[in-house]
């Protein structure tokens, strides 16, 4: 299966585990559902910025539409390494979109359960199907980087 395939397959599944807290949440509260969407809403583009933009695989992103989006919206972001603001901001997003739901799906099993078994093969995907091609030498996860600086070296403490 082509990169971009499984990289907008396993974007689906993650909007899909995230619709789910969502409509869980707002089981809880519409005003908790609202905060939680506009918290969304702010964390994508943060993720974006801090992390897409700067890659330098960002034309050809298996993901498709991350990569479109960071192109559109920081054209004039520069693709270098990541500082440690870049992966703070990245980790925040993330953060924000992954875990913060966590804290009210436990209270709806099903909800949990699914979120959980569409999250983790969308990883599994993206882990075996879109990081192997792609050309970000700035991501610890790239294959690469590997190819680029050669095999990490043990720290011997």
């Not at 993901?63 to 919206?73: C, E, K, Q, S």
């Not at 913060?100 to 099903?110: C, M, T």
Request: hydrophobic content about 50%; proline content about 6%; aromatic content about 8%.
């Amino acid at each position: 299966m082509k990169r971009n395939t499984i990289g907008a397959i396993s974007l689906g599944a993650v909007a899909l585990a995230l619709a789910a807290a969502v409509q869980s949440l707002f089981q809880e509260s519409i005003l908790l559902g609202t905060a939680y969407l506009l918290l969304a809403s702010l964390a994508v583009p943060v993720v974006l910025f801090a992390f897409c933009a700067k890659c330098p695989d960002r034309g050809n992103c298996g993901h498709v539409l991350p990569g479109r989006a960071a192109v559109a919206l920081f054209a004039d972001r520069k693709c270098s390494a990541y500082t440690a603001g870049d992966w703070s901001m990245t980790t925040a997003g993330l953060a924000v979109l992954l875990l913060l739901p966590q804290i009210w799906l436990w209270k709806h099993p099903v909800a949990f359960v699914f979120f959980w078994l569409v999250m983790i093969p969308a990883v599994i995907g993206i882990r075996s199907g879109v990081c192997p091609s792609c050309r970000n030498v700035h991501c610890p996860g790239c294959s690469a980087r590997t190819e680029k600086t050669g095999p990490r070296k043990e720290s011997r403490s």
